[in-house]
DNA sequence: TTTAGCACTCAAGGAAAGAGAGTGCTAAAC
DNA sequence: GTTTAGCACTCTCTTTCCTTGAGTGCTAAA
């Protein structure tokens, strides 16, 4: 059978009337929304037809049709209008992207509720680098007898630092060496490497030394290993509860805690600047019956982010689509504004 | 009337029952718990006179009996025995507190999943200065010319760092003068005054070093602040929907809403290690059926932090009571353990 | 003061009936 | 061949009514 373009249209309208109303579409609805060009029987015997071809799906015999995933798919690859944000929105976004530059972490999630209160869905976010994060850079600061300040600042040009208590005391003439060793042995290398370059350095450097040596790079690997980790934030779960999908009380609830408990499993495609992945095209099984739009936005060179919103099947997709889009340009305008200077390598 | 032995036995019953079951206790299953040593119809005159005196309530005629507000207080203050955490629990909740000592954010947001996932209710927690944090302690490390970092130790020794773009090339030389600075004027005092004395050294100052210092200074002051306002940090919402009275996703929505949104009208009490609070003994309207245990815990010599935990009126308090102060002290002992050492003033 | 007995109340659950939305099919019209 | 009007039919949803059963309140006796 054929896919004329009259079937297209009906297609079209029973997936937006859907998606506003939640509600089986019946063929007296479609054939107003089309201008009476056609009487609802017409519609009702190419509803028939569409239902035959997989596109709709009809809840009992003498209801009204309700899209496929099938039917949804298509209707995002072809039929959909790409939607513009207003300048409004646009304004709207900006505005709530107006972070202080502070940590990356709180940035990200901050962003992230800002996402999921302008889309009214529950969003995720997640910040990941393409490579393990290396140390760029160290510094000790000594603070007294017991204690100096560690500084490291990474690949990605952020710094971290943190108070270190000293096992033995260590003279503050010293510190330089150290130093000195630190940038030219455990810079630019990983977590792994540098742990091995410690125990080969071990006798070379007197203990007390050693001592303070390790403890720095403890805190660095520590600091790294998370760093390079993705850390996924999730926000605005609750907005869940407001479909009428979800009035179910158990099925919001799996929903839920899977959102805040599988983060890991939500889809995270390493390609192309927006995803959509409807029902059955997830791979987890909680998502089976919602769909997921995930877009990216970059951080500096070699890091990358996600954002994506998790919802009913019947989402309104145009909309969700434009929005996340202008939350990902935000992202990146935001990131590559104010972070990450020239990235001229500073190792001595 | 009197509120003799046996009525607080009952009440006790009806309270424990209540708790476990989300139904109305009626006389007969009452006498049973009670070992048959009186009627049914003897439990009934006692119930019909701990409703007139306000400790029960009826929801309809023909239906048993549930705890009013006034009596889970009563049961609480007076009936509920406090319970013991068994080995098997305290070994539990040391092991979900085994965090590596990172930022304090981070581990009060991990220790709140642990509350919450451990008592099964949602769960916030936090941790605040009784006094506003100052700055202890700077130092600047050149990078290159058009960046350095800047290191601020706070006053409670967490150290906090980033890298400042300059926006004026800086002689490498002039550097410690600025240091020395920031040091003997800047610390210690509050950020208005930091704001304050800012103004007051401009003229001083050649003007590309005024220009670093007065960077330095707004991200000290944004650090600060941020550090001394609370964040309120909440887990595991969707605990809520496993339980009866939530069931109805409005309900769950409403406070759901509250405690992703309005955390800052959470109970926060200031004195006392543990408090409870009873339907509508909360001020938040919200929070009006729910009630509300919070706990707190030790940070060091001037913080301290709370965890708390809200399900409905039916809450299991003896078995919530317990284990949130298992928690506490947990916390508390996880604080004083790893982080800051001895408070010598530092500053030069 | 306690207890047995009994009539009474009320929510919850199920069956039956009616309403309404929408379909599928047929036969006529274009 | 396609479109349309007409009509019987199907299925859900809502309402109503009835039944059931847990639990009470009251009375009178122990």
């Known amino acids: 059978m054929e896919l004329t ?119 995720y976010i997640t910040a990941t680098g393409k490579q393990k994060m290396t140390a760029r850079r160290f510094e000790l600061l000594p603070v007294d007898e017991h204690s100096c300040i560690v500084v490291m600042m990474m690949g990605d040009n952020r710094v971290k630092s943190q108070l270190l208590r000293l096992q033995l005391k260590v ?11 630190l940038n030219s042995h455990f810079t630019g290398v990983s977590t792994d490497e540098m742990n091995q370059r410690l125990m080969n350095v071990a006798e070379q450097v007197p203990p007390q030394l050693f001592l303070l040596l390790s403890q720095t790079i403890a805190y660095a690997v ?25 009035r179910d009380a158990d099925k919001a609830h799996e929903l839920m805690s899977f959102l805040s408990d599988s983060k890991e499993s939500l889809p995270m495609p390493d390609d192309g600047p927006m995803k959509i992945l409807i ?11 919602t769909s997921v739009v995930v877009a990216s936005y970059d951080i500096g060179d070699d890091m990358r982010g996600l954002i994506g919103v998790v919802g009913p099947t019947r989402m309104d997709y145009a909309t969700v689509a434009a929005r996340l889009s202008g939350f990902a340009d935000g992202l990146t305008r935001l990131f590559g504004k104010q972070e990450l200077p020239p990235k001229e390598d500073t190792k001595e």
Chains 1, 2 share one sequence.
């Not at 039917?71 to 900006?94: D, F, P, W």
């Not at 290993?225 to 999908?245: H, Y």
């Open 222 to 246: 520590d600091v790294l290993e998370e760093a390079s980790q993705r850390e996924i934030v999730t926000a605005g779960a609750n907005q869940l509860l407001k479909l009428p999908e979800f």
């Open 279 to 289: 029902g059955p095209e997830n791979v987890s099984d909680a998502l089976k019956d």
């Open 171 to 181: 003279d503050i003439e010293q510190m330089p060496t150290l130093v000195t060793l």
């Open 5 to 123: 373009d009259r079937k297209k249209q009906i297609l079209k309208v029973v997936v937006e009337d859907y998606i506003q109303t939640a509600e089986p579409v019946g063929s007296k609805a479609i054939a107003a929304e089309m201008g009476g060009s056609v009487s609802s029987a017409t519609i009702r015997n190419e509803l028939a037809d569409l239902v035959d071809m997989g596109y709709l799906e009809q809840p009992h015999t003498s209801a009204g049709r309700v899209p496929s995933p099938k039917g949804y798919r298509l209707y995002v690859n072809e039929l959909m209008e790409r939607q513009k944000l207003s300048i409004a929105e646009t304004e709207k976004i900006n505005q709530s992207l107006q972070l202080k530059m502070e940590e990356l972490d709180r940035v990200i999630s901050q962003a992230g509720r800002a996402v999921s209160s302008f889309i009214n869905y529950p969003a």
